[in-house]
Structures are given as structure tokens and as C-alpha cells.
């Protein structure tokens, strides 16, 4: 299964952009990279997805890399409720059976 | 909007009791999966669902797990007996299909403790 890096931990001050970094060079050509977030005392939420090309949605935006060994999850301004784990998770063509790593827990700062 | 329901919310029990979980998919969602989340760290697949046929079970310890869709709606998650390393955040999610573009929907979850 493809795996994927991305750092503990991260802040940002509220209403500042944020770039959240992941690391999946063992990607294949027809794997999907998917974003979730996890809010304290929730289950995961859906934020992005995306296979080759850049993706937005009103949520947030996200940058995959030519090479799509790495992808960044773009928050344009952060917000008090946008404090969560986030996780980057692989995803193949015909299973979206999604294995998550730790994640990144992000805090923001007011 | 629709949501995915889980009951118990929380449950406590003693180990080497039997437990057991709910979950109600999304209305026409095909898959299902149930998830653990050990605290701190991310969710983990116990098992996934096609309608009511399992499509991956690999992670489930059959020894004392067992996950059922009778009707290929809604799934029960039974642990018996339980133990003290099972205590975790039992999650389940559900998609409109099994394709690697849809989106899984994830209920609140079980708190399960083992005493």
C-alpha cells in the first residue's frame, strides 16, 4: 500500500494562510490523494480530493505536485474551528478503502 | 442533510464481557466500513462492506470480532470477549459506492472502555 508523510504537529495564527504538507512518493499513476480532518470529539470529515490537477472547493485548496509525490492542503485563512487533525490518505482507482497515518494536527492561534 | 448514526455513543464494560455496536448508513449507500481509532492515533479499517458481502476483513481479529450487514443496510460490530486493549473510538463511515473518488462519511463514533 502507497504511504504517506506528514509532520506531528503545526500552527498557524487565525485568519493566516496555511499550507499542510504530505509526503506520498510511492503514489501510482491511478491512485486519488484524498484530505480529511478529524475535530476533537468527531469522526473524520471529508475536506479534498484530487488525482492530478489542482483542486478548490469552498473548504479549502489543493496543490499536487507535478510529479504527485507530494500534495499541500491550502487553508486560506485559518479559523478557531479549523483546529483538527488532519490526515492525507491515498485512495485506488476501483477501492477507496483509505488506510490513515497520525495526521497533522494543526492548532490555531488566536 | 444525512448522516451516518451510531448507537451505543459510549459503552462501558468489564473485560471478557460481549459487546456490541451499531450503525446506520447513509440512506443508498452501498459500502461500509467500521473503523478503530486508538487515542492518538488515526483510524484504522476493521472491515469493509459491499451491500451485505465483506469486501476486506484482513484487519478484523476473527478471534474474538465478528461484523455483520444482514440486508445490506445497516451493521452490527460485536466484540466477545472483550479486552482491555480494545478500548478505542469505534467509527463507521459509509459511500455511495466503492470507487476510489467517493467520499466516506463517518458517524460520531463509539467510545468503548474495558474495565
Known amino acids: 500500500d502507497a504511504k504517506t508523510t506528514q509532520p506531528n504537529s503545526m500552527e498557524s495564527n487565525e485568519e493566516e494562510p496555511v499550507h499542510l504538507p504530505c509526503n506520498h512518493s510511492?503514489?501510482?499513476?491511478?491512485?486519488?490523494i484524498h484530505w480529511y480532518r478529524q475535530l476533537p470529539s468527531q469522526g473524520p470529515e471529508y475536506v479534498i480530493h484530487?488525482?492530478?490537477s489542482n483542486v478548490n472547493n469552498r473548504m479549502a485548496s489543493l496543490a499536487i505536485a507535478e510529479d504527485r509525490k507530494s500534495s499541500t492542503l491550502i487553508l486560506h485563512r485559518a479559523t478557531l474551528r479549523d483546529a483538527a487533525v488532519y490526515y492525507c490518505?491515498?485512495?485506488?482507482?476501483?477501492?477507496?478503502?483509505?488506510?490513515f497515518g497520525a495526521g497533522t494536527r494543526l492548532t490555531v492561534k488566536p | 442533510e444525512a448522516e451516518v448514526a451510531q448507537s451505543p455513543r459510549y459503552k462501558i464494560t468489564e473485560k471478557s464481557q460481549a459487546v456490541a455496536f451499531w450503525c446506520d448508513p447513509i440512506s443508498g449507500h452501498a459500502t461500509l466500513y467500521w473503523y478503530r481509532q486508538i487515542l492518538g492515533q488515526g483510524p484504522e479499517l476493521l472491515v469493509q462492506f459491499q451491500d451485505e458481502s465483506v469486501v476486506d476483513d484482513s484487519q478484523l481479529p476473527k478471534d474474538r470480532f465478528s461484523a455483520e450487514r444482514l440486508k445490506g443496510v445497516d451493521s452490527t460490530l460485536k466484540i466477545q470477549p472483550a479486552e482491555l486493549g480494545d478500548s478505542a473510538m469505534y467509527l463507521c463511515?459509509?459511500?455511495?459506492?466503492?470507487?476510489?473518488?467517493?467520499?466516506?462519511?463517518f458517524g460520531p463514533g463509539t467510545r468503548l472502555t474495558v474495565l
Open positions: 484530487g488525482l492530478t
Open positions: 510511492t503514489i501510482s499513476g491511478t491512485d486519488y
Open positions: 490518505i491515498l485512495s485506488a482507482l476501483n477501492n477507496n478503502d483509505m488506510r
Open positions: 463511515a459509509s459511500s455511495l459506492f466503492i470507487r476510489g473518488t467517493d467520499t466516506q462519511y
